[in-house]
């Protein structure tokens, strides 16, 4: 049975079971135990490796010690093992400074984390499909990133906005041209399941080459994610990439002030798909300059990428076109990005790429510090035949050949796909980035209705941030 279809039999249990109420609970329960299993994978590795292992998971609560055999304990008494002895361990667990680092993230784990199951036979059926999946094998780890967009697309359906999945194309494509060097630190503050962070980690673990480079590249990968769910899936899946301590935060990116940011918590490398056309909430705003304060999500992340990134850093994210051509607020920003940074190329994608989740067209953004004197941008083109992408036809890694091919930024050439900008038209334009293809001739275009309808609600939400900050400069009260 393939991964998907044992995660789709899983669920199918969970929908049996009395106290599991929607998507949103069945996706955290499988979350928890998909952890445990795989912590104790690693834990057995770890302990094959050392001649002094200590396992951080006590005795009696690992996966093998209860969950393992198929045979184990069921009913009532494996309900109550669960609720008051596996759970109340964790919960309570005593901690100090002195404590293996793995500790404080099985904790942090079960900090968010509930069983919310009420039988106890429907939890062995569940626990015992979880184990016709073997991650001590090569080749069951990697498709845990199956288990992944299978989570995503009910997280979606469950209604939880913002839970983009970015197909590995794009987020190959956006790590190929940044092309991280070991020793660099790398970031995602808003790294949802970690697909930019696993990316990175695989093209920088092709550069080790001892058990010094080793050590370095475990320090190399920073992530931060706001939702519990994201969090525990992108730290499972750091774990499964043989990063033995993940460094990745439950917290939100955006709940400190910009300018306390110091010289040693910026980084080398920010590759991010931040949530868009989200709204942020109060007090979130304060913690930047007044000539960015907005209550748009992408907008504030964009700013903070500015603060966060070192002297000579670079970085890649994931902006929608209602950036591109935005005012007011986003007209400061990118003052600012335009003159603090070097914005050497946006790569247009067409309509479709992040389907199902959302139609809304989108754009990637390269830059690094400096200043920009010209924009190079490139028109992703879509495959012979398409309209649009779909969830059946994804965008493909070889689909970028082109931009590969171009790319080299010494010997850029016009070409009908690829055009620049100077600064001084930039500027004219009253920092409008919205440029459209001027080698290709612009025939009428057809939306569909879900386009529409996406259109309007991007143009809605931004009227409505526009409007409340027009009162709130006027001093009018609603």
Request: charged residues 25%.
């Given at each position: 049975?393939?991964?998907?279809?044992?995660?789709?039999?899983?669920?199918?249990?969970?929908?049996?079971?009395?106290?599991?109420?929607?998507?949103?609970?069945?996706?955290?329960?499988?979350?928890?135990?998909?952890?445990?299993?795989?912590?104790?994978?690693?834990?057995?590795?770890?302990?094959?490796?050392?001649?002094?292992?200590?396992?951080?998971?006590?005795?009696?609560?690992?996966?093998?010690?209860?969950?393992?055999?198929?045979?184990?304990?069921?009913?009532?008494?494996?309900?109550?093992?669960?609720?008051?002895?596996?759970?109340?361990?964790?919960?309570?667990?005593?901690?100090?400074?002195?404590?293996?680092?793995?500790?404080?993230?099985?904790?942090?784990?079960?900090?968010?984390?509930?069983?919310?199951?009420?039988?106890?036979?429907?939890?062995?059926?569940?626990?015992?499909?979880?184990?016709?999946?073997?991650?001590?094998?090569?080749?069951?780890?990697?498709?845990?990133?199956?288990?992944?967009?299978?989570?995503?697309?009910?997280?979606?359906?469950?209604?939880?906005?913002?839970?983009?999945?970015?197909?590995?194309?794009?987020?190959?494509?956006?790590?190929?041209?940044?092309?991280?060097?070991?020793?660099?630190?790398?970031?995602?503050?808003?790294?949802?399941?970690?697909?930019?962070?696993?990316?990175?980690?695989?093209?920088?673990?092709?550069?080790v080459k001892n058990v010094e480079d080793e050590n370095i590249l475990q320090n190399s990968i920073i992530g931060v994610e706001k939702k519990p769910l994201p969090h525990m899936l992108c730290t499972t899946?750091?774990?499964?990439?043989?990063?033995?301590?993940?460094?990745?935060?439950?917290?939100?990116?955006?709940?400190?002030?910009?300018?306390?940011?110091?010289?040693?918590?910026?980084?080398?490398?920010?590759?991010?798909?931040?949530?868009?056309?989200?709204?942020?909430?109060?007090?979130?705003?304060?913690?930047?300059?007044?000539?960015?304060?907005?209550?748009?999500?992408?907008?504030?992340?964009?700013?903070?990428?500015?603060?966060?990134?070192?002297?000579?850093?670079?970085?890649?994210?994931?902006?929608?076109?209602?950036?591109?051509?935005?005012?007011?607020?986003?007209?400061?920003?990118?003052?600012?990005?335009?003159?603090?940074?070097?914005?050497?190329?946006?790569?247009?994608?067409?309509n479709g790429v992040f389907a199902p989740y959302t139609s809304i067209n989108t754009n990637l953004l390269f830059l690094e510090r400096g200043k920009t004197e010209e924009i190079w941008f490139y028109e992703?083109?879509?495959?012979?035949?398409?309209?649009?992408?779909?969830?059946?036809?994804?965008?493909?890694?070889?689909?970028?050949?082109?931009?590969?091919?171009?790319?080299?930024?010494?010997?850029?050439?016009?070409?009908?796909?690829?055009?620049?900008?100077?600064?001084?038209?930039?500027?004219?334009?009253?920092?409008?980035?919205?440029?459209?293809?001027?080698?290709?001739?612009?025939?009428?275009?057809?939306?569909?209705?879900?386009?529409?309808?996406?259109?309007?609600?991007?143009?809605?939400?931004?009227?409505?941030i526009l409007l409340t900050e027009i009162e709130k400069n006027a001093g009018v009260s609603k």
């Open positions: 049975m393939s991964i998907s279809a044992t995660i789709k039999s899983v669920q199918d249990i969970m929908r049996q079971d009395a106290g599991v109420d929607g998507d949103a609970q069945r996706i955290s329960q499988l979350v928890w135990m998909l952890f445990l299993k795989v912590f104790d994978s690693k834990e057995k590795e770890w302990d094959l490796l050392s001649d002094n292992y200590t396992f951080i998971i006590p005795d009696g609560l690992r996966w093998s010690d209860w969950a393992e055999d198929d045979e184990g304990i069921t009913g009532d008494e494996l309900l109550d093992f669960v609720n008051n002895t596996l759970f109340k361990t964790f919960k309570d667990w005593q901690l100090t400074e002195k404590t293996d680092p793995k500790a404080f993230l099985v904790k942090s784990i079960f900090e968010d984390s509930y069983n919310y199951m009420k039988s106890g036979t429907l939890i062995r059926s569940v626990i015992n499909k979880l184990n016709n999946i073997d991650f001590d094998k090569t080749n069951d780890r990697h498709l845990f990133n199956d288990i992944y967009e299978n989570i995503l697309r009910d997280l979606q359906s469950a209604g939880n906005s913002g839970e983009y999945y970015t197909p590995r194309a794009v987020t190959q494509f956006m790590v190929d041209m940044i092309n991280p060097k070991l020793g660099e630190k790398v970031l995602d503050f808003a790294c949802g399941t970690g697909g930019f962070l696993v990316c990175a980690l695989e093209h920088l673990r092709k550069q899946n750091m774990i499964l990439h043989n990063i033995d301590t993940p460094q990745i935060k439950h917290d939100n990116s955006l709940s400190y002030p910009v300018r306390d940011i110091k010289a040693n918590e910026k980084v080398d490398i920010i590759l991010t798909n931040p949530p868009f056309g989200g709204i942020e909430e109060d007090g979130i705003q304060d913690n930047f300059p007044t000539a960015f304060k907005t209550k748009e999500t992408a907008d504030l992340f964009l700013v903070l990428l500015m603060y966060k990134l070192n002297q000579t850093g670079r970085a890649a994210i994931v902006l929608p076109d209602g950036f591109l051509f935005g005012e007011g607020v986003k007209t400061a920003i990118k003052e600012k990005l335009l003159s603090e940074f070097n914005l050497h190329t946006i790569v247009r994608l067409p992703h083109q879509l495959p012979h035949g398409y309209k649009n992408y779909t969830k059946t036809k994804p965008i493909r890694i070889e689909e970028f050949e082109n931009e590969k091919a171009w790319w080299d930024r010494e010997n850029r050439k016009q070409t009908d796909c690829a055009w620049k900008v100077n600064i001084n038209e930039l500027k004219a334009r009253n920092y409008n980035l919205d440029f459209k293809n001027p080698n290709k001739e612009n025939d009428d275009i057809l939306y569909t209705i879900s386009d529409l309808i996406s259109m309007i609600r991007t143009s809605n939400s931004n009227i409505n």
